[in-house]
């Protein structure tokens, strides 16, 4: 197992229909965890890299039409 930790800084704040689509995605296989950062507007999202691409983490938020700024790079 490979964990990953991927970061997504947001236009906006979430939806009520935008946080039912993740929801939906919480149970992807692969996927750890998500959480929102309300006070920094970011997206977080564990997951293990061998079950799991970011593509397909990236593609879930576009068919959510989550508003994606940027990924944030690790420190």
């Known amino acids: ?4 930790t991927v970061t997504y800084e947001l236009q906006d704040k ?3 229909e935008q946080f039912q ?3 939906r995605f919480a149970n992807t296989y ?11 507007n970011r997206l ?3 997951y293990d890299a061998s079950r ?6 990236e593609h879930v938020l576009r068919e959510a039409r989550i508003p994606v700024l ?6």
């Open 1 to 4: 197992m490979t964990f990953m």
């Open 14 to 16: 979430l939806k009520p």
């Open 21 to 23: 689509a993740l929801g």
């Open 30 to 40: 692969g996927l750890q965890r998500f959480r929102f950062d309300e006070k920094l």
């Open 44 to 46: 977080h999202f564990d």
């Open 52 to 57: 799991l691409r970011e593509t397909v983490i």
């Open 70 to 75: 940027r990924r944030v790079e690790p420190n």
